[in-house]
């Protein structure tokens, strides 16, 4: 009988253990009390970071299942990442949902459904384990999607995600059958052994595997040319849910891309390689010059995560190119998949709470802002310029780590490939600050939009504020968002 170390899994049981609450609580409150399922929600994803805490202050590793689950460094880092974005998505939700008594346990049961496969995600250490996580963390939002059931565009987008989901999902598994069935091996340590062992490095079929597997992540990640779900399925969804896709359901791709070639695959690097460098070159090009024709802010910020993918794809290609890169490449991809999270999260809720404000979500609706709210000018301003990589926000070091990994590569390639990110990194530069520019610059309308209370705000302004916080502390003292990308480090071999 397998041993089981309950504190390696106590996160991820007290997640299931909120959403079961959360089903049967849900079953008994009257409408007019709904709200206290998102407050166990918010408990039940709170008291879950206390293992993850005990276990990082602690040092130790676990691994169970032969292998097949491992809580590393990596692992918690990840966890805690995953925990705190959904804690903030949860935040987000309370006063968009408030609004839809009927339905509020559902929703979060799907969430924190998804939340719990992410964190099961970052503990994968077999294709089985992976796939199974990967795919409970990507079900629930295909419901999540269409929450809107009244609306056309919202059924629209879950469509269209379930679609091409299903289509990238069956793509990567026959990737992965195909590994399994050249290696004969599930772990992702037994996989890079046989193929060391076997030589079959240059194998073909192998490199065919490879490339499979990279395309249903890259749908996970919304790069191009995978990406066309993502405009119109975030615009369609509820602002909440698109937040939690545009975060969560990113980080967990990259999570799972990053476990895949770091631990399975660092043998084949001339498939793999070039792949992502002309993945990261391509997203990063068109999703910018896409998002300069956007007037729609969630729209544009669905083109700005496409971006952002291509610019977390360039340290992948670093590491395929440099020598002993590897591990440069994963951590400086950690840190900004955690840089990006908490600046996206407060982009995503200075919007909803604006969107409330003005009743709009095109840009030129949004002149003036900065005259009558201030404070929502401010941080708009502060996650945006963030986003776009300007001192002393956050952003800049994710793109100071994101430079630095290509450009100690040897050869042309990680040159050029700086070159364009940094051509897109002022392209970028244009768009947010076009929607800064609107906001502080452009005369306000004649009527401007009073102050309504349309729900509870409180929650909303906690999450825009904690993550305020962390963009201002991380740009200011960049060494702390360092830990993440050393701890990261430890998972290479």
């Known amino acids: 009988m397998p041993r089981i170390d309950w504190l390696a899994i106590a996160p991820e049981v007290v997640v299931a253990a909120a959403l079961l609450v959360v089903l049967a ?12 399922v998102a407050a166990l929600a ?15 202050v602690s040092g130790d590793n676990y691994s169970m299942f032969d292998g097949s689950y491992v809580v590393d460094e990596f692992a918690l880092v990840l966890k805690g990442v995953f925990l705190v974005a959904g804690y903030l998505v949860l935040l987000i939700s309370v006063s968009y949902i408030e609004s839809d008594r009927y339905y509020q346990g559902e929703y979060y049961l799907l969430l924190l459904s998804s939340l719990l496969g992410s964190m099961v995600l970052t503990s994968a250490r077999d294709l089985v384990v992976l796939f199974v996580a990967l795919e409970l963390t990507t079900g629930p939002l295909f419901l999540l999607a269409g929450w809107r059931k009244g609306d056309l565009r919202s059924n629209e987008a879950s469509l269209k995600f379930f679609i091409i989901g299903v289509l990238s999902t069956g793509l990567m598994l026959y990737g992965m059958s195909l590994l399994f069935g050249l290696t004969g091996e599930l772990s992702f ?23 499979l597997i990279l395309v249903g ?18 615009q369609g969804s509820p602002p909440p849910v698109t937040a939690y896709l545009s975060v969560s359901s990113k980080l967990a791709g990259f999570v799972a891309m990053l476990a895949v070639i770091y ?17 990261a070159a391509v997203s990063m090009t068109v999703a910018n010059l896409s998002a300069l024709r956007q007037s729609h802010l969630i729209r544009l910020l669905a083109y700005s995560s496409v971006a952002q993918a291509g610019f977390m794809l360039v340290p992948f290609a670093g590491g395929a190119i440099a020598t002993d890169g590897l591990s440069e490449g994963l951590g400086a991809t950690v840190i900004y998949l955690v840089i990006y999270a908490v600046m996206n999260l407060g982009a995503f809720a200075v919007v909803i709470a604006g969107g409330r404000r003005i009743g709009s979500y095109e840009i030129p609706d949004w002149r003036g802002l900065g005259s009558y709210s201030p404070r929502l000018g401010v941080m708009l301003a502060v996650f945006f310029l963030s986003l776009a ?17 290509v450009l100690i590569s040897t050869g042309p390639a990680g040159v050029w490939l700086a070159v364009i990110a940094a051509v897109n990194a002022v392209v970028a530069f244009y768009y947010y600050a076009r929607v800064v520019k609107s906001a502080w610059f452009d005369p306000a309308p004649d009527e401007i939009p ?19 916080v962390v963009v201002l502390v991380v740009g200011v003292f960049p060494g702390l968002a360092t830990f993440f990308g050393d701890a990261a480090a430890a998972l290479v071999p």
């Open 25 to 36: 609580v849900d079953l008994f409150l009257p409408r007019e009390r709904k709200y206290w």
């Open 42 to 56: 918010v408990v039940g994803t709170t008291l879950a970071m206390v293992p993850v805490i005990l276990m990082a």
């Open 189 to 211: 340590d037994g996989i890079r052994e046989a193929i060391s062992a076997e030589g079959m490095a240059s194998e073909p079929v192998l490199g065919l595997a490879v490339l």
């Open 217 to 234: 992540f890259g749908f996970k990640v919304s790069a191009v040319p995978f990406h066309f779900w993502a405009p119109d399925t975030y």
């Open 263 to 279: 631990l399975a695959l660092p043998a084949v690097t001339d498939f793999w390689g070039p792949a992502l460098w002309l993945m």
């Open 389 to 405: 990589g300007l001192p002393p926000l956050a952003g800049w070091f994710a793109k100071f780590v994101m430079f630095r990994a």
């Open 450 to 468: 009073e102050e309504t209370e349309t729900g509870p705000t409180g929650p909303l302004s906690l999450a825009m504020g904690l993550a305020l």
